[in-house]
């Protein structure tokens, strides 16, 4: 591959992993995984989430705008309501995954004690 297709291929790349970056920093809060995980059994309403949350509805929703603006979550307004939704369905993988890390780390840290 000559080296102007190999810089093409990496600004490509580049883009794409900005774009993973941004959904992985939209993730990277606790309270934002807590709303998703509440999310994955149904529409909820911001009160709901706020309570959840344990924060102001000011707090949660800007958490909710990130999340949004990632392509993660999508809103429906019913009069002074808002209700929040998962856009994309494959969270249950993400999580497994999550806690497959966890899991292998712990396990590591045990042996490590043992030795």
């Given at each position: 591959?000559c080296?102007?297709?190999?810089?093409?291929?990496?600004?490509?790349?580049?883009?794409?992993?900005?774009?993973?970056?941004?959904?992985?920093?939209?993730?990277?809060?606790?309270?934002?995984?807590?709303?998703?995980?509440?999310?994955?059994?149904?529409?909820?309403?911001?009160?709901?989430?706020?309570?959840l949350?344990?924060?102001?509805?000011?707090?949660?929703?800007?958490?909710?705008?990130?999340?949004?603006?990632?392509?993660?979550?999508?809103?429906?307004?019913?009069?002074?309501?808002?209700?929040?939704?998962?856009?994309?369905?494959?969270?249950?993988?993400?999580?497994?995954?999550i806690?497959?890390?966890?899991?292998?780390?712990?396990?590591?840290?045990?042996?490590?004690?043992?030795d």
């Open positions: 591959m080296l102007h297709g190999h810089i093409a291929m990496i600004r490509r790349s580049s883009r794409h992993y900005a774009a993973r970056a941004r959904v992985a920093k939209a993730l990277a809060h606790e309270s934002r995984l807590l709303i998703l995980d509440a999310l994955e059994d149904g529409e909820r309403c911001v009160c709901e989430l706020t309570e949350v344990g924060s102001d509805q000011s707090t949660v929703s800007k958490h909710l705008t990130v999340l949004r603006n990632a392509g993660i979550v999508d809103l429906r307004k019913e009069g002074a309501m808002t209700f929040y939704r998962l856009k994309v369905p494959c969270l249950k993988g993400f999580w497994q995954c806690e497959t890390v966890l899991s292998t780390n712990l396990e590591e840290q045990r042996a490590a004690l043992r």
